[in-house]
């Protein structure tokens, strides 16, 4: 068991380390963070509109 996990983490190691020398590291790391971003703003703007509705219906029953 022990060794196929050392086996594994070796052949991880060598893809990090092919992806870094041939620059791709960059690509992976900026494609994490483009979609982590976009995320971000997704749940940014889905709390704005959020906020938007519940003042809207906090209104709606100030005024009945």
């Known amino acids: 068991m022990s060794i196929l996990y050392l086996k ?5 190691v060598e893809m990090a380390d ?3 020398s041939n ?6 790391l900026a494609v994490v963070l483009l ?14 509109r959020l906020s ?8 709606h029953t100030a005024k009945n």
């Open 8 to 12: 594994n983490t070796t052949a991880i």
């Open 18 to 20: 092919l992806m870094r």
């Open 23 to 28: 620059g791709k590291i960059y690509v992976l």
């Open 35 to 48: 979609i982590f971003a976009g995320i971000v703003f997704f749940l940014m703007f889905m709390e704005y």
């Open 52 to 59: 938007k509705l519940e003042k809207e219906v906090e209104d």
